[in-house]
């Protein structure tokens, strides 16, 4: 029987100690530099990630778009595997990341012979398809606010360095917002303009400096800018 899903508390890792040590021996583990692709969206699914350290961005549609960010503790591909079907996305390297790589065959099994884990992943899939809906939902709202709720998700991660005066800042380009955002390059070069206008972001080469965290968190909740 499915456990409620109480049973599994948010943050939480997905699968516990033991279960991440059974993986452990089967599968093996690969260090990756940013920006290495580890999957293709339409490949086949014949293998699934555990990440270790490190975050992975998950990356699909025709302008590419940044659909979700998945950190320590978490699996990607897995839902592939065990339904059979190609990749419905493509998954690179954000940062420097360790990955357990297991085969689809000993995925399989895992899951066969762990039903705890079993019920995780479904509760899981019912999270991911609940982050889906709000992505969607967010395609609809104004730049600003699709900007602001992607930085706020990159300080929510750990994925921002923190300064001594309390500013954070992230290496991107112009283009990796668009994709972050799910907009043009243009629309978001106005966005960060106005960010700036307000005081809440800076900006140099590849470089995006936040120097307001809990205004850019008014901007995500839909609180309007001054000039925006």
Known sequence: MIMDEQHFAQGAPLLTKEETLELE?????LRRQAGHTFMREGEDSDFVLLIRKGTVKV???KPERIIALRGPGETVG???VLLGKPRSATVVAWDDV???????????RFVDEHPRAKDALIVELGNRLDEASKKIGDSDLAVERRLAKALAELVERGLT??????????RLAQK????LTGSSV????????VFKDNGLVDTGRLVLCIRDVAALADVADGKPLASG
Not at 186 to 193: D, I, P, Q
């Open 161 to 170: 360095t923190t300064h001594d005066d309390g500013t954070r800042s992230v």
């Open 78 to 80: 897995e839902m592939g």
């Open 59 to 61: 990356i699909s549609g």
């Open 98 to 108: 360790t990955v357990l790589h297991v085969s689809d065959i000993e995925w399989r």
């Open 176 to 179: 990796d917002l668009a994709t």
């Open 186 to 193: 243009e629309a978001v070069k106005k966005a960060v303009k």
């Open 25 to 29: 021996r089967v599968g093996s583990t």
